[in-house]
């Protein structure tokens, strides 16, 4: 009884091995370029809500700043590579001081000061990367602000530069 | 032959295997569920990365329109034909290419198209800004 049972010849097992071996081939092949790409690109932040927020109201500050434009302290505060106080208009035509604190890691913190009344808001992001603040010197334009940040691997993620506008 | 044998004999008699159709058939459905599936794969894979490297190369567009603008209308023509900012940000690019073009004045307008190139100029990233002559400089 056992003589008519058989097994696989070696050229059955040799085919599957190889249409398998194939398979997983295509498959490394795949994940290692995954792997590479996402080396070599930095995460993208863009993608999310928070720091999509930091940079868009950061911009509109800047874009909206009026002379004197930056100050060098406001209250406790100091210009810093991690921290920017510029002076901007709001939508009403009454100026604020905002003061941009990248200074705590992970987190953005944007505390305005109005020019009327006094009267302050905090607003602050979480799950943020390393920002960094500095200047872009642009002939005819000495007021222009570069934020940068990082990703944990220290791969160059945001670089971007502004400019206030024209009122 | 034990009663035993003969049992397993009459039982396996009544037993069939797959037909070669039906095989085939089966590794037909799930060659199709294979390569679909990879196929979503790499695509999704693909699109993720045409975002990512989308969104580098229009952070590296918008920093060199804030100099473009600011650049004197007589001066557009002789100003660089390269980045004139930092490119550090297209470095996961590389190799890439970043140049401006500017187009000759027609009615007192100009066209300055920035763009970067990268994947050996299978992609392309570019905006065009108009200048005007308003007489003075740095304004947009």
Known sequence: MVNRERGFTLMEIVVVLAVFGAFLWIVVVLTADMRAWQKRMPVNFMTHPAITAVVSRLRKDVQDAAPPYYRETYGNYSMSNRMLIVYTLKEAGTGETVVWDFSTDGEVTRRAFTDISGATSTWTAHGTPTFSIGDFPIPGSPDSVRIQATDKDGKLAIDQIYQPRPH | ?140
């Open chain 2, 1 to 140: 032959m034990s009663l035993y044998a003969r049992g397993y004999n009459r039982h396996m008699a009544r037993q069939r295997g797959f037909s070669l159709v039906e095989v085939l058939a089966a590794l037909l459905v799930l060659a199709v569920v294979i390569t679909t599936t990879m196929a979503m794969f790499v695509e999704r894979q693909k699109r993720m990365q045409t975002a990512n490297e989308t969104i580098l190369a229009y952070q590296a567009i918008s920093n060199e329109i804030e100099v473009r603008r600011r650049i004197p209308y007589s001066q557009l023509e002789t100003a660089s034909p390269n980045f004139i900012t930092d490119t550090a940000i297209l470095n996961p690019l590389s190799p890439y290419a970043a140049t401006v073009a500017v187009s000759p004045p027609n009615n007192s307008v100009k066209i300055v198209t920035i763009s970067v190139r990268w994947r050996n100029g299978q992609r392309v990233e570019r905006v065009a800004i108009t200048r005007v002559d308003t007489g003075g400089s740095g304004l947009w």
